[in-house]
Every structure is written in C-alpha cells, then in structure tokens.
C-alpha cells in the first residue's frame, strides 16, 4: 500500500516531495563511461500509453538530494535527444547522496525514484515513464476512503483520506486543468490541507473542490489528506458526502466513549488503537459514483477534546492517517475479501502460511527484477505490486 508521508518539502522542489521513494537501480554498461571519479545518470523517456511515440527533445531536470532529504543540493537540466535518450554526467558518485529526475509531458510532471551510485557503478540508468493524457475520469476510482472525527465545543473537525487509482493507460487531466474532485458539506469550515491550500493547489468546486496535480495512472496513484469543521451540538449530526467516483473500501473511526455512529453503508469491527486513543472503527464500501455516504453521530466524547493548531492538518490527524494505512486500512482490506468470497465460490483456504508468505516475497523480487529491466510496464509493475504487497500484509497478521 502506497504511504502518504512524504519527504520534508522544500520550496525548490514542491512536486517532488510526495512520489520519491528509495529504489534499486541498474547499471548499464550501454552508456559511454564518465570520466574517473565521475558519475553519470542517464536513461530513456518511455510512452507508457499502447500505441503512443515516446516523446523527443523534452527538458528533464536533475535534483541532488541530501542524504536526509531535507534540502535540494542542486539542480541541472538537459534536453532528451529525438528518441528520448537523455544523460547527466559528471555526478558525484558517493553512495550517500541521492538523485531524481523530473520530465514535463502535456502538462504533467513524471518523477523518478531517488537513486543512488550505492551499488557500486559509475553509470546508472533510470526509466522515466510518461503518458498521454485524457480528460475522461471513467478510469478513477477511489481505493480507500478514511474517515476520521476530532471533536472541540460547537464543533467537529472531520478528516479525509482519498487514496485515488487510474487504470487506464493515460494521465488524467480535466478539460479546466484540474483533476480529481472530492465532496464537502455545504457547512464545512476551515478547509485545511496536508499539502497545498484551497485556492492554489486545490481549487473550489460546486459540492466540494479538485486537485489541480494530474492523476497518473496507477494503484494509489494521489493521495489527498484534508480536513474540515463542521458545526455540531453534541447531540446529532447528519453527514452526506457523495463521491465523485466509485469508492472500494471505506474505514471510519470515531472516539471510543460518549460518541455513537450509525450508518446503514457500515458495519463495526471494533477498536483500534490510535496516538488519539482508542477508536471505534467502521468499515464498508462498493459505493458507486454519486451514491451518497449517510452518517449520523450522536452524543459527545467523554475525554477532553483535543486542540488542533489553526492553518493546516493536525499532525495528530497526519499521524493517524498513517496508522489508519497500516492498521484500520488493513480491516477494510480484510472485508472487502471477505464480501468478495461471500458472492463468489468458497475457496480452499491456504494451508501453509508460511509457505505463501514465501511465494508472495519470491513474486515481489521476481517482479522487481523484471520491472528494473523493462519486461513490465509501469503502471502494471505499481498495481501488481501493491496486490502482492496487500496480500503478503494480510498473511503477516496470520499466526506463522
């Protein structure tokens, strides 16, 4: 499952930051070899959209990254050759400093992984991966919706995360230049996100707002974390949001004690353990676009509310959105198998656990290798991966 913590911002690279992650790299003897002492980067732009020409003659930019991501060393751009082929060369070869590269297609931003010379070779290859565009959403869909209440006198901070797919083969942009849209309530309040601001990254739309960053394809493709208040007396609170996409799974936690949710779209799991305290946690899914999810709440919690900083996410709320990815999204996972196994046949179950554990890391390095060296598209590469991953995350909750 694709983690949403990003590395800490800085203002040279504001797209970077969310995608970046360590990865392996190739070395490839294909490219003439640096000078000693030197290092060089280079690779070659791929259409991933069936049937497109990779692109030609596209400016790519360079980020040096220190080795605790806190800061861009420099920058440096080159322009590809007519079939995509591009190289940076006299590179500092440590193994501790880290490298991205970042191409412009159509409006949208294609980042690599972060690189290192680590594994010994002065010459590394890196694939960068760009796709047509298309302004038809049929291929979003939402993979999990997390719901989250943080409740203060009057009021209650409600919190939201969109893990967003694109299975198609082709980025998705909006004729307006925006992208995916997400619901508010009429009465929400104090619109704040984990990135970016409403009126300049996300922008206000009839029944909610849109992201402005293009929805790649891939499993988890964006990932928007936000919050809002909503007014609430401590006695009930009716909550509609409808969503612009199909959802899969949706995962909601209220505070245990004082605090009562009914919905007839969710069923309780029981409790997770939270930095807030312990939560109630509901899940449920297989929503259609447009079709509403009802909540009511009732009742107030019987700890002290806790006080969020104006201006932006609680961390409070950022930390639990992550426990909520390891922990409660592992619970929606779990239902939506067990809702598929109730309308389809019984399968025989796994004996050996340990065993499948076994033949799920063997797929992930297998497919890994065949990703690095091109056998695998990008976008099947991310969506088989987080399948394995998701399964394998399964098991290890298993008795081994």
Known sequence: MTPIVPMPTVAAMPTIAPVIQPTEVVITPSVRQPAAGQGALAGTLVNGTAGAQSPGNLSLMLYAVAPDRSA????????????????????DPSP?????????????????????????????????????????????????????????????????????????????????????????????????????????????????????????????????????????????????????YPIRSVNVLVPEGGVNLSSAQLSAVGTRATQGGNMLNFVGGNLAAGQALALQLSGAPTVAP??????????????????????????????????????????????????????LLDALAALDDDFQ?????????RRERAELKAELVELMQQPG
Do not use: C
């Open 96 to 244: 501790t400093t880290l490298y991205a590269v970042q191409a412009e297609y159509l409006k949208a931003n294609y980042i690599s992984d972060l690189l290192t010379f680590a594994h010994g070779g002065l010459t590394l290859t890196v694939p960068i991966t760009v796709y047509e565009t298309t302004t038809d959403a049929s291929a979003l869909r939402v993979e999990q919706m997390h719901l989250f209440f943080d409740f203060a006198p009057g009021s209650v901070t409600v919190s939201q995360l969109f893990i967003v797919s694109n299975s198609s083969d082709r980025t998705y942009i909006a004729a307006d230049g925006t992208s995916a849209r997400f619901p508010l309530p009429p009465n929400a309040t104090n619109v704040s996100f984990e990135d970016g601001a409403l009126g300049a990254r996300y922008q206000p739309v009839a029944g909610g707002f849109a992201d402005t960053e293009p929805v790649l394809p891939g499993v988890g493709a964006a990932q928007v974390l936000f919050s809002y208040d909503v007014p609430y007396d401590g006695k009930k609170l009716d909550l509609n949001l409808t969503p612009s």
């Open 373 to 381: 060296v091109g056998r695998v598209r990008e976008s099947d590469y």
């Open 306 to 359: 806790t006080e969020a900083p104006t201006g932006g996410v609680s961390p409070l709320l950022v930390a639990s959105a992550v426990l909520l990815l390891v922990a409660a999204g592992m619970v929606a996972f779990v239902w939506l198998r067990q809702q598929r196994a109730a309308s389809e046949l019984v399968e025989e179950e796994v004996e050996d656990v340990d065993a499948r554990r076994e033949e």
């Open 72 to 91: 861009i060393m420099f920058t440096r751009t080159v322009t590809s050759d007519a079939g995509g082929n591009f190289v940076f060369d006299q590179l």
